[in-house]
């Protein structure tokens, strides 16, 4: 049954049901940090701020961006890669085709941006992530659970710079 208001929200089985994939998940984060160190430490320093828990070797594991993908090398040697790197912007931005966690050929679309935060006199960073594009139907939800949570890694990113990781906020989606 259609929503009597074509305003009113649709509830997640009615979604799942006519094949809709779920809405993006938005996180944002303000920071007190200049853009630029921002952008250094989410992609130079990511092996020291990522949730140990959130990774596949756990504690130990090297977290890394480089050579166009975003990956993970156990203590062993072992790696696996997590996402493509499909743009990226020193300073402004990065998109990921994120496939870890994601059904074969249905990667999840991860979106960093970075903008100026006004009312920060040496200059503060907002940071908003947005994870967008899994597979629709039944278990879409369950995908965009399975390939990150962004909560809790931008927390993790907000304790980097001495920040709660209550600070993030989560803007649209139904959050992990």
Known sequence: MEPLFSHS??????????????????????????????YRAFVGDVHLWWPADLTRFGEGTHVFIEDGVVGEEGVNGETVVWAEV????????????????????????????????????????VVTVTQAGSASGPGSDAQLDRSGDWRAILGRFAAFFGQLPAAVEELAGGGA
């Open 86 to 125: 499909r743009h990226e912007e020193a300073g402004a931005d990065i998109v990921f085709s994120w496939s870890e966690g994601a059904p074969a050929g249905s990667p999840t679309t991860v979106t960093v941006a970075l903008e100026d935060a006004s009312g920060h006199a040496a200059g503060g960073t």
């Open 9 to 38: 929200p649709r509830s997640e089985p009615d979604r799942a049901a006519r094949g809709e994939a779920p809405p993006a998940r938005v996180y944002r984060l303000e920071l007190p940090v200049p853009r630029d160190v921002v």
